[in-house]
């Protein structure tokens, strides 16, 4: 038995995709490519040089295992002193998510790269381990900057931190038969974790090892900019290097402000002089029809930019376009990189004052979700590709078809940015020691909290829960709630080991968002307080009965408002359990903790 178990393991732990309908079924029908030859052969090395990466000996459509990444990444280290090489952590599987630290002056910790004054770029690749082109082109960035020499300068005025793989475990999760709708590389990693959890779901909960350890990193080194770079899903278009940030009408204005004036147009610029087609970020408001729309959204904590526009860290979502080939996304991501770090080093002083004002804003009140501006939307030029919406005789349903052929729209730009639920501010909120995982999320983030070492007793304004409901299936490892709320001034009292969280502070923002019951992305929504959802004592007939009448021979409007909710709601006539707990929980002896959140606004 134990053989048996032992061998049901060694399977399960080595698991591939076997199961096919046939040839078909592995050969994914892509729209029509368009054409792209690279435009500056200086990028790339012959396949005889001793700093060639596997990307450029595989005919551009290769990146490297794990292991062979890690194995060359060490070599680089050793052979240029400008580099250091640390472990920020280690997933589940036990590999560690390696960053690179590239410094001329050898500022290989926080403090020393704070003490050289100057700006640091935070790149990241592999979040979504299929998405991959951000690992290739570090590397050869990297490799340039160092022993090749050809973009020395490059270091001169900007630091990089370049993490080549946030999500090593999916990374491993290495075949083929991964992003079905993307062109290249040949292989290619699985989007989640080894868990299933999708990594850029995660900057408000902090569940996954990955994640943790790159917040850990940010928090630590507090980078002046920070990139986290993707791959698209979706439609086809002319673009094939997007991105975009929480704009002027978020929570970061002047950082909005420095990237578009500053940094944007360096940005198009370069990567236009290199032979490559720069875009806005694509959310079509109809998958089938960009005609009818891009919708331009103010994201929530639990994406990279939109953490990032919430803790003042100026944040750019990349997204290289899924059905360009892979050496031309590679490549303009190496631009892309080339030409941020020399923007920081042009323009890092205005961006440092425009952090500081956005880290000094203490709006009342705040905003917790967006929703879509009103009025008719601005129209704006899209490049996109010619399609046709067809009919299925497979499915019956309508599906787009791309041509391959770039045509001109002009469409509206639908701005996701206008203030939905918004909250007054308050001056702090009290989370009592019995939540101990929320006390560690909100340290982790860098939310300063102050703990108390006696018991304290305090009138605040708490919420009670109004119609929570669950989820009906799981999302990213949680079951999310969903509630309105009722508020209440209640005297609580919160035991040793209890945290005070102010709002004055630079991450204030951030704290309001994680701890109000209606924000999107709070720790009560992502399940976090699912215990105050149940409850626990109750009263039997036999003592309820009476009592109930007694209530009503002593109260008339009581018993008036009884007989009211006899003849408005049947489900309740009907039930006697419902008409019971009616006068239970008009005495004192209910639980007055039930639906209460626990978390106190002074």
């Given at each position: 038995?134990?053989?048996?178990t032992?061998?049901?393991l060694?399977?399960?732990?080595?698991?591939?995709?076997?199961a096919?309908?046939?040839?078909?079924?592995?050969?994914?029908?892509?729209?029509?490519?368009?054409?792209?030859?690279?435009?500056?052969?200086?990028l790339?090395?012959?396949?005889?040089?001793p700093?060639?990466?596997?990307?450029?000996?595989?005919?551009?459509n290769?990146?490297?295992?794990?292991?062979?990444?890690?194995?060359?990444l060490?070599?680089?280290?050793?052979?240029?002193?400008e580099l250091?090489?640390?472990?920020?952590?280690?997933s589940?599987?036990?590999?560690?998510v390696?960053?690179?630290i590239?410094?001329?002056?050898?500022?290989?910790?926080?403090?020393?790269?704070?003490k050289?004054?100057k700006?640091?770029?935070?790149?990241?690749a592999?979040?979504?381990?299929g998405?991959i082109?951000?690992?290739?082109?570090?590397m050869?960035l990297?490799r340039?900057?160092?022993?090749?020499?050809n973009?020395?300068?490059?270091?001169?005025?900007?630091?990089l931190?370049?993490?080549p793989?946030?999500?090593?475990?999916?990374?491993?999760?290495?075949?083929?038969f991964?992003?079905v709708?993307?062109?290249g590389?040949?292989?290619?990693g699985?989007r989640?974790?080894?868990?299933?959890?999708?990594?850029?779901?995660?900057?408000?909960k902090?569940d996954?090892?990955?994640?943790?350890?790159?917040?850990?990193?940010?928090?630590?080194?507090?980078?002046?900019?920070?990139?986290d770079?993707?791959v698209t899903?979706g439609?086809?278009?002319?673009?094939?290097i997007?991105?975009?940030?929480?704009?002027?009408?978020?929570?970061?204005?002047a950082?909005?402000?420095?990237i578009d004036?500053?940094?944007?147009?360096?940005?198009?610029?370069?990567?236009?002089?290199k032979?490559?087609?720069?875009?806005?970020?694509?959310?079509?408001?109809?998958g089938?029809?960009?005609?009818?729309?891009?919708?331009?959204?103010?994201?929530?904590?639990?994406y990279?930019h939109?953490?990032?526009d919430?803790?003042?860290?100026?944040?750019?979502?990349?997204?290289?376009?899924?059905?360009?080939?892979?050496?031309?996304?590679?490549?303009?991501?190496?631009?892309?990189?080339?030409?941020?770090?020399?923007?920081?080093?042009e323009?890092?002083?205005a961006?440092?004052?425009?952090i500081t004002?956005?880290r000094?804003r203490?709006p009342?009140?705040?905003?917790?979700t967006w929703?879509d501006?009103?009025?008719?939307?601005?129209?704006?030029?899209?490049?996109?590709?010619?399609?046709?919406?067809?009919?299925s005789?497979?499915?019956?349903?309508?599906?787009?078809r791309?041509?391959?052929?770039p045509?001109t729209?002009?469409?509206p730009?639908?701005?996701?940015?206008?203030?939905?639920?918004?909250?007054a501010r308050?001056?702090?909120?009290?989370?009592?020691?019995?939540?101990?995982?929320?006390?560690?999320?909100?340290?982790r983030?860098?939310?300063t909290?102050?703990?108390i070492?006696?018991?304290?007793?305090l009138?605040?304004?708490?919420?009670r829960?109004?119609?929570?409901?669950?989820?009906?299936?799981?999302?990213?490892g949680?079951?999310?709630l969903?509630t309105?709320?009722?508020?209440?001034?209640?005297?609580?009292?919160?035991a040793?080991?209890?945290?005070?969280?102010?709002?004055?502070?630079p991450?204030g923002?951030l704290?309001?968002t994680?701890?109000?019951p209606?924000?999107?992305?709070?720790?009560?929504?992502?399940?976090f307080?699912?215990?105050i959802?149940?409850r626990?004592?109750?009263m039997?007939?036999?003592?309820?009965?009476?009592m109930?009448?007694?209530m009503?021979?002593e109260d008339p409007?009581?018993?008036?408002?009884?007989r009211?909710?006899l003849?408005?709601d049947?489900?309740?006539?009907?039930d006697?359990a419902a008409?019971r707990?009616?006068?239970y929980e008009?005495?004192?002896?209910?639980?007055?903790?039930w639906?209460?959140?626990?978390?106190?606004?002074?």
């Amino acid at each position: 038995m134990a053989r048996t178990t032992f061998l049901l393991l060694c399977s399960f732990a080595v698991l591939r995709h076997t199961a096919s309908a046939g040839p078909a079924a592995e050969t994914p029908i892509l729209p029509p490519v368009i054409a792209w030859k690279l435009k500056d052969p200086s990028l790339t090395v012959a396949k005889n040089d001793p700093w060639v990466t596997p990307f450029e000996t595989g005919d551009f459509n290769v990146t490297p295992r794990y292991p062979e990444m890690t194995a060359w990444l060490k070599r680089l280290v050793a052979a240029a002193p400008e580099l250091h090489m640390v472990s920020l952590g280690k997933s589940h599987e036990r590999r560690d998510v390696w960053m690179i630290i590239a410094s001329k002056e050898r500022a290989f910790t926080p403090e020393a790269l704070r003490k050289s004054g100057k700006p640091t770029l935070f790149a990241q690749a592999g979040i979504h381990p299929g998405e991959i082109d951000g690992k290739d082109a570090g590397m050869m960035l990297l490799r340039d900057m160092t022993v090749r020499g050809n973009k020395k300068g490059l270091l001169d005025r900007a630091n990089l931190l370049f993490v080549p793989i946030v999500g090593v475990d999916g990374h491993e999760r290495f075949s083929r038969f991964a992003r079905v709708n993307q062109r290249g590389p040949a292989e290619q990693g699985w989007r989640t974790n080894a868990r299933n959890r999708n990594l850029n779901r995660d900057y408000a909960k902090l569940d996954t090892p990955e994640l943790g350890a790159v917040v850990d990193a940010i928090v630590r080194f507090d980078p002046e900019l920070y990139y986290d770079i993707h791959v698209t899903d979706g439609a086809d278009y002319q673009y094939d290097i997007t991105w975009d940030h929480n704009g002027k009408d978020a929570h970061s204005p002047a950082s909005a402000a420095w990237i578009d004036a500053s940094l944007n147009p360096r940005l198009t610029a370069d990567l236009r002089a290199k032979g490559h087609i720069p875009g806005p970020l694509v959310f079509a408001v109809d998958g089938r029809d960009m005609k009818k729309g891009n919708r331009v959204i103010s994201f929530s904590p639990r994406y990279s930019h939109g953490w990032g526009d919430l803790r003042h860290t100026p944040t750019l979502l990349v997204e290289n376009h899924s059905l360009k080939p892979y050496d031309q996304r590679v490549f303009g991501t190496y631009v892309m990189l080339e030409s941020t770090l020399e923007a920081l080093g042009e323009h890092g002083a205005a961006l440092r004052k425009a952090i500081t004002q956005d880290r000094a804003r203490r709006p009342d009140p705040v905003v917790l979700t967006w929703k879509d501006q009103d009025g008719e939307p601005p129209r704006k030029t899209f490049l996109g590709i010619e399609s046709e919406i067809h009919h299925s005789k497979v499915s019956d349903g309508r599906f787009v078809r791309f041509s391959g052929r770039p045509v001109t729209l002009e469409i509206p730009f639908v701005h996701r940015s206008q203030p939905g639920v918004t909250v007054a501010r308050p001056k702090a909120y009290w989370v009592p020691a019995a939540w101990p995982d929320v006390i560690e999320r909100l340290k982790r983030h860098g939310i300063t909290v102050e703990e108390i070492e006696k018991p304290r007793t305090l009138t605040l304004e708490v919420s009670r829960l109004v119609e929570p409901k669950l989820a009906t299936s799981p999302f990213e490892g949680r079951v999310r709630l969903s509630t309105g709320e009722k508020r209440e001034r209640l005297e609580m009292t919160y035991a040793p080991g209890s945290v005070r969280v102010a709002t004055d502070q630079p991450l204030g923002d951030l704290a309001v968002t994680l701890l109000e019951p209606l924000s999107d992305d709070s720790l009560l929504q992502w399940g976090f307080f699912h215990e105050i959802l149940q409850r626990t004592e109750y009263m039997e007939a036999y003592v309820v009965e009476p009592m109930a009448e007694a209530m009503l021979a002593e109260d008339p409007e009581l018993a008036a408002a009884f007989r009211a909710r006899l003849a408005a709601d049947p489900a309740f006539a009907r039930d006697p359990a419902a008409r019971r707990r009616f006068f239970y929980e008009k005495t004192p002896f209910f639980d007055a903790r039930w639906h209460l959140y626990p978390v106190g606004r002074e």
